[in-house]
C-alpha cells in the first residue's frame, strides 16, 4: 500500500514539474531550407486540385515552395498519400484506407480532379529533388510495420526531406531507427485542455519521450514568446494553420520560424 501511494505521489511531482517550464528535451539539427522555403499544406490545391494530389504538388512545385504531404498505410504495407483512413469525409464511401489493398486504393478517384491516390512512392518519383518535403506519418499506434515501409521507400532518395509526427512513440522509433534522418514532433491542444499548464505538460511530455530534431505546433495555440527558448537554442520552429495571406505579411516569424499554409478562399 505504501509503494503504491508512492508511485502515485512520485508520478504526480513528475507532471507538476513538467507543467513549472518549457524544458528543452530536443535535439536540432540544421535545417536551412526549413528556414527558408514556405511549406504548401498537402501541396498547392485550390478548388480544382485535390489535397495530397499529384497535381497539388506539381503545383507547389512551380512556385518554388517545400510540399508538406500525409501517409497511409493500405492493408497489404503500401505507404499512399491521403490525410483521412476513413474514405467517408474524401469519396463519400464506407471503408479505411488500411483496411484496403493498393489494389482496391488504386480504384479511388479523388473528387475534385478525378486523380488516384498517390503511394509515396510515385510523389518521390514526380518531386525528384526539385523541393524538399515534410512527410507527415499518420499513426497512432506502435510503430513498426508501416515505418519499415516508410523508410524502405525513401532509402536512396536524394532530395530533401523530413518525417513527422504526432505520435511521439513513432518519432522515437524513427529517431533510433535512422539516427541521420530529420524527424519531427507535431503539437497541438489536447480537446477540453485549452491552457498554458496542460500544454507545457504534455508538450514535454511527449518531447522528452521522443527528443525530436524540430518541432510543428498549431499556431493557433501559440502566445507571444511561448517558443522563443528553444528557438534561441537552434531548434527549428514550425507552425501549422496558417493561409497565404500570414505567408505574405511575414507576421509569423514572431511566434515560429517558417509556416506551413493553404491558399487563402477567394473572396464571395
Given at each position: 500500500?505504501?509503494?503504491?501511494i508512492?508511485?502515485?505521489?512520485?508520478?504526480?511531482?513528475?507532471?507538476?514539474?513538467?507543467?513549472?517550464?518549457?524544458?528543452?528535451?530536443?535535439?536540432?539539427?540544421?535545417?536551412?531550407?526549413?528556414?527558408?522555403?514556405p511549406i504548401a499544406h498537402r501541396g498547392l490545391f485550390d478548388a480544382h486540385l485535390d489535397e495530397n494530389s499529384a497535381g497539388a504538388i506539381l503545383?507547389?512545385?512551380?512556385?518554388?515552395?517545400?510540399?508538406?504531404?500525409?501517409?497511409?498505410?493500405?492493408?497489404?504495407?503500401v505507404p499512399v498519400v491521403i490525410h483521412d483512413n476513413t474514405l467517408k469525409a474524401t469519396f463519400g464511401l464506407p471503408g479505411r484506407i488500411s483496411g484496403m489493398t493498393l489494389g482496391e486504393v488504386s480504384h479511388l478517384q479523388l473528387p475534385k480532379s478525378?486523380?488516384?491516390?498517390p503511394t509515396l512512392q510515385d510523389i518521390l518519383d514526380l518531386v525528384d529533388g526539385r523541393v524538399p518535403l515534410l512527410i507527415e506519418i499518420k499513426h497512432y499506434g506502435f510503430p513498426g510495420r508501416f515505418e519499415e515501409a516508410v523508410l524502405a521507400v525513401l532509402?536512396?532518395?536524394?532530395?530533401?526531406?523530413?518525417?513527422?509526427?504526432?505520435?511521439?512513440?513513432?518519432?522515437?522509433?524513427l529517431r533510433k531507427r535512422a539516427p541521420g534522418m530529420p524527424v519531427g514532433l507535431l503539437l497541438n491542444d489536447l480537446p477540453g485542455l485549452h491552457f498554458?499548464?496542460?500544454?507545457?505538460v504534455k508538450d514535454n511530455l511527449f518531447s522528452a519521450i521522443c527528443r525530436p530534431n524540430f518541432l510543428t505546433y498549431?499556431?493557433?495555440?501559440?502566445?507571444?514568446?511561448?517558443?522563443?527558448?528553444?528557438?534561441?537554442?537552434?531548434?527549428?520552429?514550425?507552425?501549422?494553420?496558417?493561409?497565404?495571406?500570414?505567408?505574405?505579411?511575414?507576421?509569423?516569424?514572431?511566434?515560429?520560424?517558417?509556416?506551413?499554409?493553404?491558399?487563402?478562399a477567394a473572396p464571395p
Open positions: 500500500m505504501f509503494l503504491a508512492a508511485v502515485v505521489l512520485l508520478a504526480g511531482i513528475a507532471l507538476v514539474s513538467l507543467g513549472v517550464t518549457r524544458y528543452d528535451f530536443f535535439v536540432p539539427v540544421e535545417l536551412p531550407w526549413m528556414h527558408s522555403i503545383n507547389a512545385i512551380r512556385n518554388g515552395y517545400a510540399v508538406e504531404l500525409d501517409l497511409r498505410c493500405t492493408k497489404d504495407g478525378g486523380e488516384g491516390i532509402e536512396g532518395y536524394r532530395g530533401d526531406y523530413a518525417l513527422q509526427c504526432y505520435n511521439p512513440l513513432v518519432c522515437r522509433w498554458e499548464l496542460a500544454r507545457r498549431n499556431i493557433e495555440y501559440v502566445s507571444d514568446g511561448m517558443l522563443d527558448r528553444h528557438r534561441s537554442n537552434g531548434l527549428v520552429v514550425l507552425g501549422f494553420g496558417l493561409d497565404s495571406t500570414d505567408l505574405a505579411s511575414g507576421a509569423f516569424k514572431a511566434k515560429v520560424d517558417n509556416i506551413i499554409f493553404e491558399l487563402a
